[in-house]
């Protein structure tokens, strides 16, 4: 056995102990849970968390090694906190429009364990996290080329009074995808193209405008949505 594999021996040594140690933390937080469900407590418990990160920092004798181990605790205490959400049934995150649409992308990346519930518009969004049929909401926020979504922020402010406050931003990463074809009618001097865009927005697409003057353009659009987390 060579260097390589007598690490890797290691590594899959320590991971099997790590996972008889994740399944007793579990069950820890599984009694965590239990007694917030029982007492009427928030999951989330900043000061709690602020601690356990200071004691985890001060356990790594390595100081190269603390900030990646804070990380690393950081990420238990979410998948706890997850855990938790779904034994206590507050793990429903709701966003608008269809499986597979910018909000629901990012209702996956903030929320990988959540039960994704659509819902036809924004104002349904906000309502369902306002009344508690929904532990979160995932709405469009801005999009950087078109501007803030007015409607979710007007939603937003309408709702200042309600306890529904911003969470997290997830600033998602969006490609405009530029199609087009031939078109049988044409003229020599202007060919006729059909563009489809896959874009966030309508004015975000129509950038590409000028690129085709010489053109005779039939324009067709399929907008999505991108996203802001509230709850």
């Not at 369902?128 to 995932?138: I, L, N, Q, R």
Request: hydrophobic share 50%.
């Amino acid at each position: 056995m060579d260097a390589l594999e007598q690490a890797r021996a290691e590594i899959d040594t320590v991971d099997a102990q790590l996972a008889a140690l994740f399944e007793r933390r579990m069950a820890a937080v599984l009694q965590v849970a239990e007694y917030k469900r029982a007492h009427g407590l928030p999951i989330y418990d900043a000061a709690r968390e602020a601690a356990v990160l200071e004691k985890a920092a001060a356990r790594i004798q390595q100081l190269a090694l603390r900030p990646y181990y804070k990380d690393h605790v950081q990420h238990m205490m979410d998948i706890a906190k997850q855990y938790e959400a779904a034994v206590l049934g507050r793990n429903r995150a709701a966003y608008q429009g269809v499986e597979g649409a910018f909000a629901h992308i990012a209702l996956k990346a903030l929320f990988p364990h959540a039960e994704a519930v659509s819902y036809s518009t924004w104002d349904e969004v906000f309502e369902a996290v306002a009344s508690g049929e929904a532990a979160h909401g995932v709405v469009p926020f801005e999009n950087s080329h078109a501007g803030d979504v007015s409607a979710v922020l007007t939603q937003h402010f309408r709702l200042s009074s309600v306890p529904v406050p911003s969470q997290s931003l997830l600033v998602l990463s969006l490609y405009t995808v530029l199609l087009f074809r031939l078109l049988s009618a044409q003229t020599p001097l202007r060919p006729a193209l059909k563009v489809l865009f896959f874009s966030a927005s309508r004015r975000q697409g129509l950038l590409f405008l000028p690129c085709f003057l010489s053109f005779s353009i039939i324009f067709q659009f399929y907008s999505t949505v991108s996203a802001l987390c509230t709850g």
